[in-house]
């Protein structure tokens, strides 16, 4: 047992607030894949204050940053994000639907959290570290776009951990729990038709329609579900419809699509087959197809010794310690909720109901957590590439969704500070059994390599794919 975990969890309780802050000043500024500039700037210039060697621009991502701190010894990762999503924009603290912005964004998942509860873990390891004078380096890394934009794939595809001895994370959510390494691995392309406008009553005959190739793509993927594994997901939205006036045959059109399968293996056949469809639409309708690649995400690799190691921890400091205010709060966020999602929480965790119940007041046991988890996550890629663990940390009421305007209100909350906080302890000790005890590393690094020999990795970027920037930051 690590013998000086109470001190690392003084260190982060004595700056608490400075990472409040940093979470606070990233909610008010919501902000999407790759455009998190603001965002960015916040972490790196706290990065800097606190003494970390900080690199921004990594990857060729220009949001992209990591912070490095102590010399020597074994490099541990600790993984931030620090997106937003579309269409999520609501008040703080308040338990009724009221947007900030009409139509705006909002961090309906919990990174402003994230990525300050992953710095404060970092910066309490780094703090512990050279007080001590131990020989290690603690590595936070500041990830954009995981909402659709990989950014950690494309950091692994450049190398930026390679020299990554063990890489720590955690995602806010109801309960605190090391959950069961599940995720599907995903791939999300656009693809675009061009045809032939024409006007639609006067000469029909010499238009070539690509929105009709875009519905016939729709319809083929649609009969296609019939005959894919249960596991596997496939979504679409039309990006582009060519246009709104019915009587113009449309010239464009695209539909972007993200496809999830339960591994990369089962993944690569699906996308083929769907490769397939967009080509017979285009050849129905004869017009021509081009595919853009958006993202890719591994299915995420769990590591047993790592996980038993962050559970002693999670259990050695107990649950979060909420209190009547926090309760209350909680119930208030609940009454907006059905019944069916307050018990899907629990049906998730794999935990009996308990009536009344608003926060999570137990630490779960190793392993909780849907089997049939049906996410996807960058996470996934740097844990093919390195040993990796996380956490769930209990943020939210009992039954809030993830991407929901009620996660959006409780990210300012403290019930949303406490759980960051709780998580950050976790990971820190976490890190530093990894740095004091001897064994767990070259363990972590034993039972990932006994993983990887039954399905060798393949990328699910491709190696000629580029991050989907928008235009300002190219």
Not at 197 to 219: C, F, Q, W, Y
Not at 277 to 293: V, Y
Not at 420 to 428: C, F, L, P
Request: include cysteine; glycine fraction near 10%.
């Amino acid at each position: 047992m690590t013998a000086n975990a109470h001190d690392v969890w003084t260190l982060i309780e004595q700056d608490r607030e400075t990472f409040f802050a940093l979470s606070d000043r990233v909610w008010d500024t919501p902000e999407l894949n790759f455009n998190e500039f603001a965002s960015s700037d916040a972490h790196a210039q706290t990065l800097a204050e606190r003494g970390f060697r900080v690199a921004r621009g990594v990857a060729g991502l220009p949001t992209a940053v990591i912070g490095e701190a102590g010399e020597g010894g074994p490099v541990i990762a600790i993984m931030g994000e620090f997106d937003a999503l579309p269409g999520l924009s609501q008040a703080a603290g308040l338990a009724e639907k009221r947007e900030l912005v009409a139509g705006g964004s909002g961090h309906g998942c919990g990174h402003n959290l994230l990525g300050a509860g992953a710095m404060m873990a970092a910066d309490g390891v780094r703090r512990y570290l050279a007080e001590r004078g131990i020989k290690a380096r603690v590595r936070y890394y500041g990830c954009p776009a995981e909402e659709g934009g990989s950014g950690k794939g494309f950091m692994v595809r450049a190398g930026r951990f390679e020299d990554v001895d063990v890489a720590i994370s955690w995602h806010p959510s109801a309960v605190a729990a090391v959950s069961l390494p599940v995720s599907l691995a995903c791939q999300e392309f656009v693809y675009s038709f061009k045809g032939r406008a024409a006007h639609a009553a006067g000469a029909p005959h010499l238009g070539r329609s690509a929105l009709d190739a875009v519905e016939l793509m729709n319809v083929g993927v649609n009969y296609m579900r019939e005959h894919m594994p249960q596991t596997a997901r496939v979504h679409y939205a039309i990006t582009d419809a060519g246009g709104v006036a019915p009587n113009v045959v449309q010239a464009f059109a695209s539909v972007r699509y993200l496809v999830r399968a339960r591994s990369l293996p089962e993944l690569m056949p699906l996308v083929a087959r769907v490769d397939k469809i967009a080509q017979g639409a285009a050849l129905m309708t004869e017009t021509s197809m081009t595919r853009r690649f958006v993202s890719g995400d591994a299915d995420l690799v769990g590591n047993g010794p790592l996980e038993s190691l962050m559970q002693r921890e999670l259990e050695r400091l107990g649950a979060p310690a909420f209190d009547s205010a926090d309760q209350s709060f909680a119930r208030s966020i609940q009454a907006t909720l059905t019944p069916e999602e307050i018990d899907d929480t629990f049906r998730r965790a794999r935990m009996e109901p308990v009536d009344g119940l608003a926060l999570i007041d137990r630490v779960l046991p190793l392993g909780s957590g849907d089997p049939n988890f049906v996410g996807s996550t960058d996470v996934g890629t740097v844990s093919w590439v390195v040993p990796t663990v996380q956490m769930r940390g209990a943020t939210h009421a009992i039954g809030t969704a993830l991407h929901s305007w009620q996660a959006t209100a409780q990210g300012k909350s403290s019930i949303a500070k406490k759980g960051m906080e709780h998580a950050a302890k976790v990971m820190a000790a976490t890190a530093l059994a990894l740095i004091e005890e001897p064994g767990f590393i070259d363990k972590a690094k034993a039972d990932h390599a006994a993983r990887l020999k039954r399905a060798p990795f393949r990328s699910p970027i491709p190696d000629d794919a580029q991050p989907d920037l928008p235009q300002a930051a190219e």
